[in-house]
């Protein structure tokens, strides 16, 4: 090679150089191959590490390099989240600073092993621990082996599983409710079935033909019962519950619907009361409602013979309501699912008591709507078990003094213009009211109702809210504009018992709203007593 080739090489190689050094000065480079007689060698450079820095800085689960020893040398910004400290403060930390008392032995002999996965409570940034997945391998290398562990945090995950399971027990509960009602609904329906056969048979005496009555009368009612329970759930969950709230001391309604079980459906327990005078700002209905359902609950839970005690007292400002029974308890498995939607007792002694398992859930909202708690409690099945209604308490109120106003109540014979446009369910209602001594004007619909309020002149109108060409409202306001429909008393018939619907009729001119199926005696007590206390 010539002196001038030499030169000129060198120049090439040089230039080689210096375009190489700029590209490496400027982050162009992340790895320089040098070959020689031991083969190619890789030597990295700085900028190489920056991706896998930010990837493990962007990382979802938290990073942590420990010593030997278990200190912290480095964390990302995910482990520092976790644990609720700045990056600065958590390295030079030892790892089981983080971890809870109760799984320090297993974490520390897990970092011995080195390699593995474990699962381990940390003492996270928010309160209570933060339940992760632990994964740990070992580097060695001319500083000494380095402990790697990736923290991956199991809230959301456990979560979504609480959720699914949550979700899985409420589509049982909905499937078993769903059967309850299925079973409810048709044990009446076929009680009702054969007494009606056995009223069709030419062979059935007086006596069989009554008792067929009373069994339809019980079972209706009973079918009634289950509706009203399904129609209450709904408006009282849904928030549509409007609370009449008066100052009201609770002994008296504690006592009276005692009274009612003690010879109704309780008869064969002992129920006891000890209640002290309490007052609290009550809808003296919803109430009455909450004890129905609480006392009622006892009496069905609780075996003949048993025990159902009743308190109420003042304790730290409130009135506290207390139902404790001696029946079959609550396992704890159920107690707390006690008070959910659609959660239904499998402690029944057996189906005679009938009943869809919603009654407690009423009771929650409805106390809840006062301002109060509910709470249930039970040493498990065979030992009873004790609800505790709180409510707040208020000062006595002046008790009025003097006699109320007596009321007329005498019975004379009503005329009744009776609109309802079921044939079957007009001659019904005929034949009841003719039997308390009414005279009974019927018409199918609104415009045949209207020819007779100035012919007849009657002194009670019973509209059913659903009838064709003109529904019940608009014929309670046109006769409200005759001349005699004015002085009316004018009562409502609707499968629709809502507030609003009851609102709705006053509206329109009604005097009373009645809920299908009619209860024959407040009917006719409204009929004999309305126009008097009007």
């Known amino acids: 090679m010539h002196h001038g080739e030499d ?22 480079v992340d790895a320089v191959v040098v070959e020689d007689r031991d083969g190619s060698q890789v030597y990295t ?47 030079g930390s030892h790892a089981g600073r ?48 380095r402990l790697n562990l990736i923290v991956t945090d199991l809230t959301e995950l456990l979560s979504a599983k609480n959720n699914h399971d949550r979700a899985e027990r409420a589509s049982r509960s909905k499937d078993e409710f769903l059967a309850t009602l299925a079973h409810e609904l048709r044990t009446p329906i076929s009680a009702i079935t054969s007494a009606i056969d056995v009223m069709a048979s030419p062979d059935a005496s007086g006596e069989t033909a009554a008792r067929s009555h009373r069994i339809i009368r019980r079972q209706v009612s009973h079918i009634a ?28 309604n504690v006592e ?24 609290a700002e009550c809808d003296p209905v919803r109430f009455d409602q909450v004890l129905m359902n609480l006392i009622g609950n006892a009496v069905k839970y609780t075996p003949p013979g048993g025990r159902i005690l009743v308190t109420l007292r003042p304790d730290a400002g409130d009135a506290v309501l207390t139902i404790e029974d001696t029946g079959v308890g609550i396992s704890a498995r159920l107690l707390p699912f006690i008070f959910d939607m659609f959660t239904q007792a499998d402690r029944t002694l057996d189906r005679a008591e009938g009943g869809l398992g919603i009654g407690l859930t009423v009771v929650r909202r409805l106390v ?37 106003v007596a009321r007329d109540r005498r019975e004379r014979p009503r005329r009744v213009l009776l609109i309802e446009d079921s044939a079957d369910a007009r001659d019904m209602l005929r034949m009841v009211l003719e039997l308390a001594g009414h005279i009974v004007y019927d018409a199918p619909d609104g415009v045949k109702g209207l020819e007779l309020v100035n012919v007849v002149r009657p002194d009670v109108g019973i509209i059913d809210i659903g009838l064709p060409m003109m529904d019940g409202y608009e014929v309670a306001s046109r006769i409200r504009k005759e001349r005699h429909g004015r002085g009316m008393l004018l009562l409502a018939l609707s499968g629709y018992g809502s507030s609003g619907d009851a609102r709705r009729s006053l509206e329109h001119g009604f005097d ?7 209860d024959h005696d407040r009917l006719t007590r409204l009929i004999t007593q309305g126009l008097s206390a009007a």
Not at 230 to 252: N, S, Y
Not at 372 to 399: C, D, N, W, Y
Request: charged residues 25%.
């Open 45 to 91: 450079l700085h900028s190489a590490e920056e991706p896998y820095r930010n990837l493990i800085e962007q990382m979802q689960e938290g990073a942590v390099v420990l010593s030997g020893d278990g200190h912290i040398l480095y964390c990302n910004m995910r482990f520092a989240a976790i644990v609720g400290e700045p990056p600065e403060k958590v390295v």
């Open 512 to 518: 009373y709203h009645i809920v299908k199926p009619v």
């Open 225 to 252: 019962h289950l509706v009203d329970d399904l129609l209450d759930i709904e408006r009282v969950v849904a928030g549509k519950v409007r609370l009449r709230r008066q100052p009201m001391d609770l002994a008296g």
């Open 98 to 145: 983080f971890i809870n008392d109760s799984d320090r032995g297993d974490f520390d002999r897990f970092l011995a092993a080195g390699s593995g996965t474990c699962r381990s409570s940390f003492i996270g940034s928010g309160s209570g621990a933060v339940e992760a997945k632990l994964s740990v391998t070992t580097t060695r290398s001319t500083g000494g082996a």
């Open 368 to 404: 809840e709507l006062h301002g109060g708690t509910v709470t249930a409690s039970s040493e498990g099945e065979g030992h009873g078990s004790m609800f505790t209604v709180r409510l707040k308490q208020i000062p006595a109120a002046e008790q009025l003094t003097g006699e109320p």
């Open 256 to 279: 009276h619907i005692a009274a009612t079980f003690r010879s109704g459906g309780g008869k064969d327990r002992q129920i006891d009361v000890i209640a002290e005078p309490v007052w």
């Open 7 to 28: 030169t000129q090489t060198l120049k090439r190689r040089l230039a080689e150089a210096e375009e190489m050094l700029h590209a490496i000065r400027h982050g162009e």
